[in-house]
């Protein structure tokens, strides 16, 4: 499964972790611009920075309302559940 993760630039720890239903790959590479000749690793194998003029592009693919936390740095990855 898809997750979109707010990591705290103070903590350095998780404070959002948000399920991305109906996530794919090529959604992920679109919203974000990336391909997977840009990394060492595909997309699907490791987590991309999400900028935070576009976390609310995902907020479509997530159950619950979100607010973008300005203190925060966004990343998206694959997780087995």
């Known amino acids: 499964?898809?997750?979109?993760?707010?990591?705290d630039n103070?903590?350095?720890?998780?404070?959002?972790?948000?399920l991305l239903h109906d996530m794919t790959v090529?959604?992920?590479k679109e919203i974000l611009g990336i391909?997977?000749?840009?990394?060492?690793l595909p997309v699907?194998?490791?987590?991309?920075d999400v900028p935070l003029d576009k976390v609310l592009e995902f907020a479509k693919?997530?159950?619950e309302p979100i607010e973008?936390?300005?203190n925060c740095e966004y990343e998206i990855g694959l997780f087995a559940d």
């Open 44 to 48: 699907i194998a490791r987590k991309n």
């Open 68 to 70: 973008i936390a300005e």
């Open 35 to 40: 391909e997977d000749g840009d990394f060492e």
């Open 10 to 18: 103070d903590t350095e720890f998780i404070v959002e972790d948000h």
């Open 1 to 7: 499964m898809w997750y979109l993760q707010a990591y």
């Open 26 to 28: 090529e959604i992920v």
């Open 61 to 63: 693919y997530i159950d």
